[in-house]
């Protein structure tokens, strides 16, 4: 008797609770608001899954609430992302023909609602402008394709696979054309942020544009040309085919010198943002002054007993994607005159009551209500203010040194662990291609080409895990130099450097990595042995070479023994001439 009395109270409780949402018919039910739903597919049928994700840019978010034509409530369950913007995502399966209500809350109030009608013809409205919704749907829809415990490794082969992936993909088969089967998707660095803007457009129904940009000199960033506007894309649905035509048009167009345009330019597809946690959104872009492009993810916020993470994703030349923590190590960051580096946000496209298209100037940019400010904040930063600065965005709170160390450990891990997997692809190519020589290009060109070089050279790469040591043995002189930025608890500066000093040197020899070797075995390596070849991965990303010496193994070594391939003597004496870039960790001007 006593159960069912709890039982009655907490069904009245429970009506009490949802009354203020969803009382009655007359409920508004328009798309109103910072907090804006949308769904997939564009026209939902009765017993086909239904994806629903509610965006806010104001405040996270509660619930979401499904409610038929009946006003009966349907339970949802959701996953919870980002800040700002912050996302609710729910799957839905087998719903009857009818109307539907889709309601977001805050706080046991509505702050977002959405008419949903299953098993009609006519597709759902489509936007058709870009502005501040769906630029933080566009944010939400990429953290929600790259999501995975921070932890996990991601990677794939590919961009296809992860578009692919019905549980990844919000906009997976969105148009209900069966669309994404045999996309060819499969973006290098520069395309990638591309690709994921294009794709994006195609599926929504927005403009885009693109331009042709040159590659700069030593004194002057690249130089672009009037955009290319796609607007078709806002004309109804548009067929796999007719996307794939303005994709190869965009993929012969754009390359790194697109999104290294200076920062003060108006004739660019990007401009450059505040450096705030506010404004750095998923999908913003970091451009490094010699072309390496990363598009950021996820943002991990710091916690108690776990550092924060920025999570962002690149593609490489083999076009395989993988994500990576944004860190000094993963990022260049130089004042130069040939370049203008940062965080990036694609420059927004409008249309005019004839369907003519145009792109924001930075004027325009600087106090758009729309659209993330155009700054120059960047501009005047030195590197060490920079990323000073981004590391406070990330810990707001400070780190405790060990933390700090700990966290610039397991990103380097990171680095060397996937640069396994591309020296291990060259590895695989000499398999298919045993009497086969990969010619390398003459001077800057070995960083930007195309072909098997491009494909299974380490260039870049190594000149990012240069970079990446030199930061991790550095740090205990940044505690010195920017204090500021870390939880000494009482310790001096100078005290806290040497206890980093003796940690640094036991677990540099804790941690370790394996590759393989040419006859198939794994090697073991310390991260101490890493640090320790520092110089020979100044000469280590030839593919000609085998992977004991791209490992930086010396001959008459155990280690060495199974070596079978060595790149041809022209080739090592112009690495030896090439080697200063490496040391210097200075890339050459094209």
């Not at 000469?539 to 070596?563: K, L």
Request: a negative charge.
């Amino acid at each position: 008797m006593n159960f069912l009395r709890l039982n009655f109270w907490m069904i009245c409780l429970w009506a009490w609770f949802y009354i203020p949402l969803v009382s009655a018919n007359d409920i508004a039910c328009e798309q109103t608001g910072a907090a804006r739903i949308w769904i997939s597919p564009l026209s939902p049928q009765a017993g086909q899954p239904v994806k629903i994700m509610a965006v806010s840019i104001d405040g996270p978010l509660s619930e979401l609430i499904l409610m038929d034509s009946r006003d009966q409530l349907i339970p949802l369950q959701f996953r919870q992302r980002g800040g700002p913007p912050w996302s609710l995502t729910a799957n839905l399966g087998n719903l009857d023909s009818g109307l539907y209500r889709i309601i977001a809350t805050r706080n046991n109030q509505q702050t977002g609602c959405r008419s949903m009608v299953i098993g009609e013809a006519a597709a759902q409205e489509k936007p058709e402008t870009w502005n501040l919704a769906t630029e933080a749907f566009y944010s939400a829809w990429i953290e929600e394709l790259f999501g995975a415990p921070p932890e996990e490794n991601f990677s794939f082969n590919s961009l296809e696979p992860v578009l692919r992936n019905n549980d990844r993909n919000f906009l997976h088969n969105y148009l209900g054309l069966n669309e994404d089967s045999n996309l060819p998707l499969m973006p290098d660095c520069a395309d990638l942020p591309y690709t994921l803007r294009a794709y994006f457009a195609w599926k929504i129904g927005l403009p885009m544009a693109f331009r042709a940009c040159g590659r700069g000199s030593a004194k002057a960033p690249p130089s672009c040309g009037t955009p290319t506007i796609v607007s078709e894309f806002t004309r109804g649905v548009q067929s796999q085919t007719n996307f794939r035509k303005r994709y190869r048009q965009l993929a012969d167009t754009v390359h790194s010198g697109s999104m290294r345009t200076g920062l003060t330019a108006d004739n660019t597809d990007w401009y450059p943002v505040p450096l705030s946690r506010e404004t750095l959104w998923p999908g913003t872009v970091y451009a490094d002054p010699y072309g390496h492009i990363l598009v950021l993810a996820e943002w991990v916020p710091q916690t108690a007993d776990r550092p924060g993470m920025l999570l962002a994703v690149d593609a490489q030349p083999d076009n395989s994607v993988a994500r990576k923590r944004v860190w000094e190590g993963t990022m260049l960051f130089a004042n130069t005159e040939n370049a203008g580096p940062g965080f990036k946000a694609f420059r927004p496209v409008v249309l005019s009551a004839s369907g003519t298209g145009r792109m924001l100037s930075n004027q325009e940019l600087s106090d758009h209500p729309d659209f993330m400010p155009f700054s120059l904040e960047q501009d005047y930063l030195t590197p060490d203010d920079f990323y000073a600065q981004l590391t406070q965005l990330i810990n707001p709170q400070g780190l405790d040194p060990l933390q700090a160390y700990e966290a610039m450990l397991t990103a380097l891990v990171e680095q060397v662990e996937t640069r396994v997997n591309s020296v291990q692809n060259g590895e695989m190519y000499f398999h298919k291609n045993p009497r086969g020589t990969i010619a390398m290009p003459s001077g800057a060109a070995i960083f930007q080409t195309i072909g098997p070089w491009e494909n299974y050279s380490t260039p870049s790469r190594d000149m990012r895990l240069i970079i990446a040591i030199n930061v991790l043995s550095g740090l205990p002189e940044k505690i010195v130099r920017h204090p500021e930025l870390f939880v000494l608890s009482g310790q001096s500066p100078e005290q806290a450097k040497t206890m980093i000093e003796r940690y640094h040197a036991e677990r540099a020899q804790e941690r370790s990595i394996r590759y393989i070797r040419s006859d198939g075995s794994e090697w073991e390596l310390t991260i101490a042995e890493v640090l320790a070849r520092r110089p020979n991965f100044e000469i280590a990303y030839n593919p000609n070479d085998c992977a004991e010496i791209r490992w930086g193994a010396q001959s008459n070594t155990e280690e060495y023994a199974t070596c079978r391939r060595q790149a041809p003597a022209e080739q090592r004496a112009r690495m030896a001439q090439y080697r200063v870039w490496f040391r210097e960790t200075r890339r050459p001007v094209p």
